[in-house]
């Protein structure tokens, strides 16, 4: 039997079609039309009935084709979203790993950069930032596994000279998955760097937003994003100089919003945010609201979502995300597992997180 492996564990066996179907969202029938047509090479059970076992790799490989041959959706303009909110634990990161994933089995080219020098959203994604170049080559870990680079080395002006996108981007999931931009603690440095350009009277918070543009242009060959569909910064909590360069180089402020606490302030504290950024410099992204940790059936639940909805009219999207154990308790290094909706994609989890991603991008004109 297959199995996937994760940072060196092994964590479920490989997916079977009906998983497959989920995951693309389609039909039993359609995915092995799919693999018929595409020739994306599946392998088979070695013993007993020679059912497919499809790799991870496979699921977004059939993604990606299904894009080009089989669209099931119109790719209307680039986003670029920041999922930030003023408090920790609300599901950011969480919302961030889910949701990339999903943009890129519905076949979007996606991205997302770590910004929190924590790094949770890099070890979402299976990478222990802590693990050195010396550790993985005297435990046979491939040196691929070792975050070297950060959105920091990508800045211009960056200390010891600027990286090229291909040296620092990560691909968990192959090609055709979602590419990650890790973070380490020396992420910290960058917001170091900006500070002191602010100091000597430079447009630091810009220099985010300058370096975004210049990617999306795709006129430096060493730094060219212009084939992304989707690009999402998952934020530090700390309104630092990082989190504000990524809001401006953003149309999109995608705030998880926890329904099971009392958040208004939360929301109120980010929307200031939002305005003084607009007094400041003419321009602020759009706020856009995912209510997560939902319990049904709760009377503050449903005063929250009274007031957020009259409030911030339009705002918070209609499908969210409720409170379940499918979620891991802790983002801890010895248990990690994938992101929810590759680890256990026939959950309801998965299937609520499949909706929000959806709407969320009808809300920020990607389809
Ligand atoms: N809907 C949910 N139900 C249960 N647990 C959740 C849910 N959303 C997130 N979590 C858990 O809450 C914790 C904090 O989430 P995280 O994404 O790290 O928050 P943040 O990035 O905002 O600090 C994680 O352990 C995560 O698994
Ligand atoms: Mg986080």
């Not at 350009?197 to 060219?224: H, M, Q, R, V, Y």
Request: glycine residues 8%; charged residues 25%.
């Amino acid at each position: 039997m297959r199995h996937l492996f994760w940072m060196g564990c092994v964590v479920q066996a490989s997916y079977k079609v009906q998983a497959v179907a989920r995951m693309l969202d389609t039909t039993v029938d359609s995915v092995r039309r799919y693999v018929d047509e595409s020739g994306v090479e599946v392998a088979r059970q070695e013993s007993g009935p020679k059912v497919r076992q499809f790799s991870i790799e496979n699921v977004f490989d059939l993604a990606a084709w299904r894009r080009e041959h089989r669209p099931k959706i119109t790719v209307k303009k680039r986003a670029i979203g920041t999922v930030y909110a003023p408090k920790g634990g609300v599901g950011k990161t969480t919302l961030t790993a889910n949701i990339a994933s999903i943009f890129a089995l519905m076949g979007l080219k996606t991205l997302v950069i770590d910004l929190d020098f924590q790094a949770n959203l890099t070890l979402a994604f299976g990478y222990d930032s802590e693990l050195t170049l010396e550790e993985a080559r005297e435990t046979g870990v491939p040196e691929e596994r070792v975050v070297q680079y950060h959105l920091g080395h990508l800045v211009p002006g960056w200390p010891g000279g600027r990286a090229s996108l291909s040296d620092v981007i990560k691909k968990p999931f192959g090609e055709n998955g979602p590419h990650l931009i890790p973070s380490d603690l020396t992420l910290d440095r960058l917001d170091t760097i900006l500070t002191y350009d602010a100091i000597e009277g430079k447009k630091s918070d810009l220099k985010i937003a300058a370096l975004i543009a210049e990617g999306i242009a795709g006129t430096n060959p060493l730094f060219d994003l212009s084939g992304y569909d989707v690009i999402l910064f998952d934020a530090a909590p700390a309104k630092n100089r990082m989190t504000r360069g990524a809001l401006l180089a953003s149309d999109f402020v995608i705030a998880p919003v926890s329904l099971e606490r009392y958040s208004t302030k939360a929301v109120s504290y980010l929307s200031s945010v939002l305005q003084d950024m607009h007094d400041d410099v003419g321009r602020s992204p759009q706020l856009v609201m995912i209510g997560n940790f939902h319990v049904p059936n709760r009377l503050r639940v449903y005063s929250q979502v009274g007031k957020l909805s009259t409030e911030y009219p339009g705002a918070l999207l209609s499908v969210m995300v409720h409170r379940s154990e499918e979620f891991p308790k802790t983002l801890s290094e010895d248990e990690e597992q994938p992101p929810l909706v590759l680890a256990r994609p026939t959950g309801g989890a998965a299937e609520q997180l499949h909706d929000v991603a959806r709407e969320l991008l009808q809300k920020m004109g990607v389809i």
